[in-house]
């Protein structure tokens, strides 16, 4: 996972009068928390934090947080936005150790749902249960994304988390406790085995049933 960047900068004052200003300004109040340093309040430039927020590797990315001349790898773990304005209240970033395993919720991708047999030739409608997969991996390992391959889907298939084909190194935390959930599911009736199927002259006809 490549590393995006950003630089930020130490604040003293903090309330919300103070917080006020800084968005008046064009900065963006943070907090600088976890790992064994104590949490540091910083301000960011708002313009470069309301773009990054629009790109869905910023959510899941190692971020590399300039602060005073030295680099530390953080990632975001909360975001407020103004209710009705296009505003950044706040972030909250939180270290990560490169010794460490974090949990992360990464978006799942679902490939080739369109070609798959459930929907092209069975009409199934495919519903997404998930949209996103938690996570835990060290920072080195972890990838923005999950791809989930549906081509190969049927109707009245499920796929579970413990279909996924996850990189080296990451491992999805409900199956950690036990929780195989369900993440794609193609409502319709799977083909009929040819056992099951009744042919006409297997029926009664209505002249046979007076006889």
Not at 55 to 70: M, N, Q, V
Not at 161 to 172: N, R
């Amino acid at each position: 996972m490549s590393n995006l960047k950003l630089v930020a900068e130490a604040r003293a004052e903090q309330g919300r009068g103070a917080s006020r200003r800084l968005r008046h300004a064009g900065k963006v109040p943070a907090i600088v928390y976890g790992g064994s340093a104590d949490p540091v309040a910083v301000t960011l430039d708002h313009n470069t934090v309301f773009h990054a927020l629009k790109k869905e590797a910023f959510h899941t990315s190692i971020l590399d947080l300039e602060l005073a001349g030295k680099s530390e790898k953080v990632v975001l773990r909360d975001f407020h936005m103004h209710s009705f304005r296009p505003e950044v209240l706040h972030l909250d970033l939180q270290r990560v150790s490169e010794t460490e395993e974090i949990h992360m919720k990464l978006p799942l991708h679902f490939l080739n749902e369109e070609i798959s047999q459930a929907v092209k030739v069975q009409g199934a409608h495919v519903t997404h249960v998930a949209t996103e997969v938690e996570v835990r991996a060290l920072a080195k390992d972890l990838p923005h994304f999950i791809e989930v391959d549906l081509a190969n889907l049927k109707a009245g298939q499920t796929i579970h988390l413990s279909d996924l084909v996850l990189p080296a190194g990451v491992k999805a935390e409900k199956l950690l406790r036990g929780d195989d959930a369900a993440l794609v599911i193609a409502g319709g009736i799977a083909e009929v085995a040819d056992a099951e199927i009744v042919s006409p002259s297997d029926v009664p006809s209505a002249k046979g049933a007076t006889e």
